[in-house]
């Protein structure tokens, strides 16, 4: 069965990071998009950043600078290095990828920002 696993949330405190992992198992067909959300406490789910089939990265303004998406595709995997950390971050986090006629979600990593 195909899905995608998120590992790396924790706590930290303010100004510290994390590095978040998305790693796919199973048989997941050709995806052209893979994305980090986010969905803090009493929020709506929000897309925080992108990574496009040509390497082409997007953020959420609230994240650009501070946060970088990357991939390993010999691991099949997704990243998304965090730095300067701020208690508005703390959210669950989930990887999305999503391909022309399929997407797949993760189960979701807490990360949370405290001093």
């Known amino acids: 069965q195909e899905q995608l696993k998120e590992s790396g949330g924790g706590s930290v405190q303010p100004g510290g990071s994390l590095r978040l992992s998305c790693t796919a198992s199973g048989s997941i067909s050709r995806v052209n998009t893979q994305a980090w959300y986010r969905q803090g406490p009493g929020k709506q789910r929000e897309l925080v950043a992108s990574i496009y089939d040509g390497g082409t990265t997007n953020y959420a303004d609230s994240v650009l600078g501070r946060f970088t998406i990357s991939r390993d595709s010999d691991k099949n995997t997704v990243y998304l290095q965090m730095t300067d950390l701020k208690p508005e971050d703390t959210a669950v986090y989930y990887c999305?990828?999503?391909?022309?006629?399929?997407?797949?979600w993760g189960l979701g990593t807490q990360v949370t920002v405290s001093s």
């Open positions: 999305h990828w999503m391909g022309t006629a399929v997407h797949y």
